[in-house]
């Protein structure tokens, strides 16, 4: 099921895929949402303690600013690099998934 990415980022701004590229996408692929300003732009995942998360993303550039030059960038969870995108020869879009298992370290306060 597709849903929005709304509600985990405030960032960014809304495009469409060129409108003579438009029938290669299905319909949620045809809008999308993209960075020119900064250096990171965060998306906000809320973790739940003892759930496995899997994060599926998909990149498209299908040009929709018109420039024609396929990007490429770097996809961090948290502090960590999870992989470089590089949409180059991408004529149909880049999907990445990564299953997240949080590690819980438990703190006793020992101090007394």
């Not at 060129?18 to 299905?26: C, P, V, Y």
């Not at 906000?44 to 024609?68: C, P, Q, S, W």
């Amino acid at each position: 099921m597709f849903s929005s990415d709304e509600n985990f980022i405030q960032s960014g701004k809304i495009g469409r895929v060129q409108a003579d590229r438009e029938s290669e996408f299905l319909k949620p692929y045809k809008t999308l949402r993209y960075f020119p300003n900064g250096t990171r732009n965060c998306y906000n995942l809320t973790v739940e303690k003892g759930r496995n998360h899997l994060i599926r993303v998909f990149f498209v550039y299908a040009n929709y600013d018109g420039f024609d030059i396929n990007p490429n960038f770097d996809l961090y969870l948290g502090p960590n690099l999870w992989g470089t995108i590089d949409l180059q020869g991408q004529v149909k879009g880049l999907r990445a998934e990564l299953l997240h298992i949080p590690i819980f370290k438990l703190v006793a306060d020992l101090s007394g």
